[in-house]
Nanobody, 125 residues
Framework: QVQLVESGGGLVQAGGSLRLSCAAS????????MGWFRQAPGKEREFVAA????????GYADSVKGRFTISRDNANNTVYLQMNSLKPEDTAVYYC??????????????????WGQGTQVTVSS
């Protein structure tokens, strides 16, 4: 099993920045690509960003391209999401997810096997 724990959420004004972290533990050698998803109240969970196991391949939702950056530190089993120029519409619970090895990045939440508990991000206008 793999356990994922997110941190770094909070309240920030529009235009501000936050960095989310996702710490993985357990059978981390069995994970492939990792991703970030978000879910706003009354809306479905949506893809935000993903990164391959090596870190050489990344993908972003159009809504966050140029503002968010995903990265990973495999030595410390941690994935990051740097969020800049935040907007009120970025307000959501953000979830970290992992695919089993050797699968690569994907936008569909259904192919991610492991999930964290989520961290709240609130952007005020």
């Amino acid at each position: 099993q793999v356990q994922l724990v997110e941190s770094g959420g909070g309240l920030v004004q529009a235009g501000g920045s936050l960095r989310l972290s996702c710490a993985a533990s357990g059978r981390t050698f069995s994970t492939g690509a990792m991703g970030w998803f978000r879910q706003a109240p009354g809306k479905e969970r949506e893809f935000v960003a993903a990164i391959s196991r090596s870190g050489g391949n990344t993908g972003y939702a159009d809504s966050v391209k140029g503002r968010f950056t995903i990265s990973r530190d495999n030595a410390n089993n941690t994935v990051y999401l740097q969020m800049n120029s935040l907007k009120p519409e970025d307000t959501a619970v953000y979830y970290c997810a992992a695919r089993p090895f050797p699968f690569g990045i994907a936008t569909q939440s259904s192919v991610y096997e492991y999930w964290g508990q989520g961290t709240q991000v609130t952007v005020s206008s």
